[in-house]
């Protein structure tokens, strides 16, 4: 296969000679692909509408090497990420690539596959879909499909109820240096089907690396899918995913994003309507301090009458951290009868934090109800006093309150140990900030 | 048990005078109405007494048990005893009423000396305690006041003072919105907790409340000061006649209104 020739920065350039050469005809064809359009597409940056509030030079001035030429350290005492609900319906990938030892399967009943895409190389449902439900074209997705390795892979048959949640546990060990994995996802859930995904990112030490995950979901008629994303990354970290959701007639899809760690993250969660009758929710918490940026890019595309959308979309910022929500709902012309809630809420605990909201609604018919919303606040003096005036301490009554800011986007999350872990992060968050920090 | 002397208060940073010189005394037992029409003060004084920090103090004192509480903060004051009933309860999505009235009871009691109660044991104190305002237990597991219609509200606060047995209770306008039987309820739970060990003072633009709960003293507010003050026949004499007759009262001296 030829190199790539103009793929910017030229670190990404270097790293595109190692292609990987594992997989199928298909990927090797994706690969191809990928390369093609990378040529001829451009390294964002802030001149460029999408990427006005994010700077990405910290990604393009970090050497990144390849992950063979890292020096990645062996990945120890991972037990404790494993939730009890998922005993066995584990997969778990350490910087992009599968880790049979610690993954576990095989007990989700009838109907159910689970594994990692490179065990299946000619599944019609991979032959069919796999990078074909992807629409971003940015240079991030590409590199992704040039460079990836492996990925997890759940199909359920029609009718199939997955007994347990899955669990995805995307782990990134240290390394001497960066480096960049390339995770992905593939689901195909048939007409009837019902699964529950969590998707956990951990970084388990502090070095620096780039994950760029990409998954792509199509939800047949009639089926469900409950999608949990928790990002953990460590604070040294960039994080750029990519969640696409297709969703057919009378299904539903309902994603819950957890956002703690990472430098920069850079997120943009898709779901593109594909027929009448459709539920479906993207919905987000985000908590970031010090010096982290966390963007979410949101689409929501209704192009059939008759859907329920939902998006909240909350924010705690802290110490001189940078939230960014662009979330666009799209209702095409003949989408009539859609119902879309949108409602981004930010809660800023410091001076020195920073908050970009630009909700962006595009409706073409004329016979739909969609709320919107964007607030930037404080906590409530009022809301303070009150609980002080209950004996409660400041400190206390703040941390309270945010706590309580936090909480609503998580109540929906139905795995019990996920729901129980993110209180806990919400709570470490809080407790850690119920002080604002005054900075110079 | 309390005294209030010849304070004056002020919009922190904006210097407007809402308080010019009140003076009030409430001894250990007693039960006070202060009434007044819109903008005297009442609220200001309820909430300067409880801490509120949008307020500052200009000028005089708050001596509550023989010392000066200005510098205390609104917690350190609840844990003193003293208690706040909102005209505006606040709604706090996310925190159920159980969780919040557990929080403060036991930091409460731990500053009091009292015992802490466990969950289980709280469980139990708290039950007997929603009686007292006729609230039914999954009362406890909703988000305080979140979706809680005017009158639900009000209950959820003397229902509060209920749980945190305030020496000093004041009630800011804790009959307005409520219909005749809320207003009942709440009245009656009023008295059950009123004892000679804790004192009562009721804010209120009414003397409809007073029918229910009898006041040992009353006083009028205008204008920023305590204008008149006499015994449970004085709400019956403003009810009547309304506030005109007092307002020459308010400039007494020269001062401005």
Redesign the interface.
Known sequence: MAHPTRIEPSILHKLAKHLPENGSARWTNVRQKSMQQLNSTQFPHKKIEEWRFTDLRPISRTEFTHINDAGTYKASDIEKYFIPESDRSRLVFINGRYNETYSSIGGLGKGVTVGNLSRFPDDENVLEYLNNLVNYDDVFTLFNGLMFEDGAYIHLKEGAKAEAPIQVLNLYTGSEKPFIANPRMLVVAEEDSDVTIIEDHIGLEENSYMTIPVSEVKVKQRAHIHHVRIQRDNENAFHISRPIAYVEKNSEYHSYTITLGAKLTRNEPRVVQEDEEVDFTLDGLVLIDGEQVADTHSVMDHRFSHANSHQLHKVVVNGKAHSIFNGKIFVRRDAQKIDSFQENRNLLLSYDGLVNAKPQLEIFADDVLCSHGATVGQL????V??????????E??KE??T???A??TIENVKVDSVHKLLIDEVYRYTKANSNPKVTA | MLEIKNLHVEVEGEGTEILKGVNLTINKGEIHAIMGPNGSGKSTLAKIVAGHPEYEVTKGDIIYNGESILELDPDERSHAGLFLAFQYPVEVPGVTNNTLLRESYNTIAASRGREELDPLEFDDYIREKLELVDMKADFLERSVNTGFSGGEKKRNEIFQMAVLEPALALLDETDSGLDIDALRIVADGINKLHHEENSVVLITHYQRLLNYIIPDHVHVMIGGKVVKSGGKELALELEEKGYDWLESLATVNGEAK
């Open positions: 409530d003096p009022e809301e006093f009150y609980l002080q005036s209950r004996g409660m301490t400041e206390k009554a309270v309150l706590y309580a800011f909480l609503e």
